[in-house]
């Protein structure tokens, strides 16, 4: 392959991983935990939106039980954004081939 012509293939997979990344920070995701009784809604940036308990969760006896759910609810959230951004990532930068690269 000419030099040039990967150089410029560079470059425009560059530009379509960056406008992607911008797609992908618009994204909400849903995670939850406790069949439901815990929901958390990140976006693709990993940012968390919003985290909703149902009050039947809320036991003051064992706040602990509650503050795991959230913890599990959050990291499958944020574990989801980034299942998402690798496939996206690795379907655009997957074709060029060059090792270190998602997908390759």
């Known amino acids: ?28 995701l849903e995670a939850t935990a406790g069949g439901g009784m815990v929901k958390v809604a ?12 149902d009050p039947q969760v809320v036991d003051p006896g064992d706040v602990e039980m509650l503050e795991d759910l959230v913890v599990a609810a959050v990291n499958e959230a944020r574990q989801r954004v980034e299942e998402m951004t690798r496939a996206e990532m690795s379907r655009v930068a997957g074709g060029l081939g060059l090792p270190g690269m998602p997908g390759v």
């Not at 150089?7 to 909400?28: G, P, S, V, W």
């Not at 990140?42 to 308990?53: A, H, K, P, Q, Y």
Request: hydrophobic fraction near 40%; charged fraction near 25%.
């Open 1 to 28: 392959m000419d030099l040039n012509k990967m150089m410029r293939q560079l470059q425009q997979t560059q530009a379509r991983m960056a406008e992607l990344q911008e797609q992908l920070a618009a994204r909400t």
């Open 42 to 53: 990140v976006n693709g940036r990993n940012e968390v939106l919003s985290i909703r308990i």
